[in-house]
Structures are given as C-alpha cells and as structure tokens.
Nanobody, 115 residues
Framework: QVQLVESGGGLVQVGGSLRLSCTAS????????MAWYCQAPGKGRELVAT???????NYGDSVKGRFTVSRDNAKKMVYLQMNSLKAEDTAVYYC?????????WGQGTAVTVSS
C-alpha cells in the first residue's frame, strides 16, 4: 500500500522560510519522479516542483529561484525548501508520485504566509 505523508507546514510571515517533508512508503522510492503540488483556496491544484530519480529538478514559474526540491532515497523522503515566501504561496501542499498507471497523493500540509 502506497502512502505519502507530508509535514512541515505552518504559519510564516512574508519573506520567511519553511521546509516541507514527504515520507513515502510502499514504493521502490528511488525509481520514481516525485512531485510537489499546491492548491490555494478557491483554485485548482498546480505543479510546484518535480525531482526525477536521477535528481533532475523542475519548477513552476512562480517559485523558480525561491523553492528548492531535494530527495533522500535512503530515507524515502522528498523535501521542499521554501524561501522568500509570499502571501500568494498560501496553499495546501501535496506530495505526489506516479507509478506506471497509478498516481498517489498525500493528505497535504497547509502553508499560510501572512503579511
């Protein structure tokens, strides 16, 4: 059974930083690209960042230069370091993995950026 569990969300001021973590179980973690998505209030879910099994990263335009995705295959964890946070980064952040034809999501962790 695949499980993704996010943590690290919270309340932070504009300009601050947070580090989100996602722990995976039930998959051969090192084989798969991992992704972070976010969903702001009243909006659809959008891609924040991806990291391939080889460590190649990709970012959404709104977070480039501010967020960094990384992974630890030994710990089966993926991280999202968020710096220079803006009010518009307020959202629930989700960890995601696609294994063949199936897709899995965590329960999400809420990030609120206050001005």
């Amino acid at each position: 059974q695949v499980q993704l569990v996010e943590s690290g969300g919270g309340l932070v001021q504009v300009g601050g930083s947070l580090r989100l973590s996602c722990t995976a179980s039930g998959i051969i973690f090192y084989m798969y690209t991992m992704a972070w998505y976010c969903q702001a209030p009243g909006k659809g879910r959008e891609l924040v960042a991806t990291i391939t099994n080889g460590g190649t990263t990709n970012y959404g335009d709104s977070v480039k230069g501010r967020f960094t995705v990384s992974r630890d295959n030994a710990k089966k964890m993926v991280y999202l370091q968020m710096n220079s946070l803006k009010a518009e980064d307020t959202a629930v952040y989700y960890c995601n993995v696609r294994t063949g034809t199936r897709e899995y999501w965590g329960q999400g962790t809420a990030v609120t950026v206050s001005s």
